[in-house]
C-alpha cells in the first residue's frame, strides 16, 4: 500500500508556471509506475503525463510545456507546469502503480490515488 499527496496547486496567471508535488510514503517508491492526471469540473479525468522504467510520457496537450520527474530518495513525484493556460484548469491528481503499466494513459492502470490539487489558470 501505497499514500499519495500532492501539493503546489493554486492560481496563476496565463503563462505562467506552478510546480506540483506527490509525496508518497514507503520504501519501494523507484519500483512504482507514477502518473498525473487532470480532471475539469463536468469532464472526465484525463491523462497528463506518466513515467515507469520506460521513459516519460505525455498527453499532446502539454508536450514541451509540462515536464514529469521523480526523486526516487525522496519518494516524490513531480510535474513542472510552464506557460500555463486556461484550459490547463483542472484538479490534478498523481496516481501510482506497483511494477509498471500496460496502457500508462488510462486511469484504470493505476491503484493508488491523491486526493487531488487545484490548478486555476486566469486567462
Known amino acids: 500500500q501505497v499514500q499519495l499527496v500532492e501539493s503546489g496547486g493554486g492560481l496563476v496567471q496565463a503563462g505562467g508556471s506552478l510546480r506540483l508535488s506527490c509525496a508518497t510514503s514507503g520504501r519501494t517508491f523507484s519500483a512504482y509506475a507514477m502518473g498525473w492526471f487532470r480532471q475539469a469540473p463536468g469532464k472526465e479525468r484525463d491523462f497528463v503525463a506518466a513515467?515507469?522504467?520506460?521513459?516519460?510520457y505525455y498527453t499532446d496537450s502539454v508536450k514541451g510545456r509540462f515536464t514529469i520527474s521523480r526523486d526516487n530518495a525522496k519518494n516524490t513525484l513531480y510535474l513542472q507546469m510552464n506557460s500555463l493556460k486556461a484550459e490547463d484548469t483542472a484538479v490534478y491528481y498523481c496516481?501510482?502503480?506497483?511494477?509498471?503499466?500496460?496502457?500508462?494513459?488510462?486511469?484504470?492502470?493505476?491503484?493508488?490515488w491523491g486526493q487531488g490539487t487545484q490548478v486555476t489558470v486566469s486567462s
Open positions: 496516481a501510482a502503480n506497483y511494477g509498471t503499466t500496460t496502457r500508462y494513459e488510462s486511469q484504470y492502470e493505476y491503484a493508488y
Open positions: 513515467i515507469n522504467w520506460r521513459g516519460t
